[in-house]
């Protein structure tokens, strides 16, 4: 199994920044590509960020580009998601995803985290 713990949400103002943290444990060797997703109350979650096990491959919704970056430290088993100038419709829980495959989807993602609280005040 693997555990995914997100941290780093809050509440902050439109044009802030924030930087989200997934620190994965467990039988992590299994698992390559890592993704980052939402979800907004009355809303379905979804696919917000990718990126390859290797970090040569990233995905973005278009949304976020420009302003979001996805990352991860293999060595620290840690995924990280930056944003950058946050918008009222930015706020969600943002739940980190693991697949056990390095190909890039917005789909199919086997482990979840508990997700982590972002709210942007307008």
């Known amino acids: 199994q693997v555990q995914l713990v997100e941290s780093g949400g809050g509440l902050v103002q439109a044009g802030a920044s924030l930087r989200l943290s997934c620190a994965a444990s467990?039988?992590?060797?299994?698992?390559?590509?890592m993704g980052w997703f939402r979800q907004a109350p009355g809303n379905e979650r979804e696919f917000v960020a990718a990126?390859?096990?290797?970090?040569?491959?990233?995905d973005y919704i278009d949304s976020v580009k420009g302003r979001f970056t996805i990352s991860r430290d293999n060595a620290k088993s840690t995924l990280y998601l930056q944003m950058n100038n946050l918008k009222p419709e930015d706020t969600a829980v943002y739940y980190c995803?693991?697949?056990?495959?390095?190909?890039?989807?917005?789909?199919?993602?086997?482990?979840w985290g508990q997700g982590t609280q972002v709210t942007v005040s307008s």
């Open positions: 990126i390859s096990w290797g970090g040569g491959s990233t």
């Open positions: 467990g039988r992590t060797a299994g698992t390559y590509a």
């Open positions: 995803a693991a697949r056990t495959s390095n190909i890039l989807t917005r789909d199919g993602y086997k482990y």
